[in-house]
């Protein structure tokens, strides 16, 4: 998997704020905002998980095999570039932003030896001047030193009129009650699963954002960071 240089491995003076949260909470946009603002690196985690899926599926290898899903993740070449993702020179961002491959990533997230083989691709995203992640174990697993954590979520019903939205604009057609189900199904896959579950740690921030703007929830994710500094 390409990525930029290993060393150091994890050089704890760098900042990172960790944003973890389930499925359409709006952690993705709040995230890219707040590097934005801060001028610091992005890591969309999710998008890992999600390439792997894709990956998978394109070679014949099952969701459920975490052993050959883990020796597949070591060969991949991923490049992210802007908004765009690029495997093996190819502009995947659309199909591994698609539903399935949202689902496919919660299926193959399950496995440890997968876990254990992208967690060095991800602290390797911390470099100056800082980083901003999210997901669902950056400040449990993967940056247990994040200088500022938070938890981003939003009540299921929100969370499931959001993601119709946006799937209406990309997609021309979605059903509420259908995309309310797959995120109640995948909140309980992400919060029951042995390895790294999606967790509130004790000192995360938690942002419940149903009533709020991003804006809103952008300048509270900041106050935060600064308030640890
Ligand atoms: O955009 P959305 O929040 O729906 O999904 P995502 O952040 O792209 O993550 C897709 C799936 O990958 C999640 O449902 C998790 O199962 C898994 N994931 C994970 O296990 N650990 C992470 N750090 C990020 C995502």
């Avoid at 029951?192 to 149903?210: G, H, K, V």
Wanted: include cysteine; proline fraction near 3%.
């Amino acid at each position: 998997m390409s990525a930029p240089s290993p060393f150091p491995l994890t050089p704890s003076h760098i900042p990172v704020i960790a944003i973890d949260g389930p499925s359409a909470s709006g952690k993705g946009t709040v995230a890219q905002r707040v590097a934005r603002q801060l001028g610091f690196h992005y890591l969309d985690s999710g998008a890992l998980y999600r390439i792997v899926a894709l990956a998978a599926e394109r070679a014949g290898i099952e969701w459920g095999d975490g052993d050959s899903l883990a020796t597949l993740a070591a060969t991949l070449q991923i490049v992210f570039e802007g908004d765009d993702i690029f495997l093996h020179g190819e502009n995947v961002s659309t199909v591994v932003r698609s539903e399935a491959m949202g689902k496919g990533a919660s299926e193959v997230a399950v496995h440890q030896a997968l876990r254990s083989q992208l967690l060095n691709v991800q602290q390797i995203f911390r470099r100056e001047p800082g980083l901003v992640a999210d997901g669902r174990d950056m400040g449990s697993v993967v940056f247990k030193d994040a200088e500022a954590k938070v938890f981003l979520t939003a009540g299921s019903q929100v969370r499931a009129e959001r993601r119709y939205k946006q799937l209406i604009e990309k997609e021309n057609h979605a059903i509420l009650a259908h995309v309310l189900a797959d995120i109640e199904a995948r909140d309980a896959r992400d919060k029951s699963r042995a390895s790294a579950p999606l967790i509130q740690c004790d000192d995360a921030l938690f942002l419940d954002t149903s009533q709020l703007t991003i804006d809103e929830a952008v300048e509270k994710v900041l106050q935060h960071y600064r308030h640890t500094n």
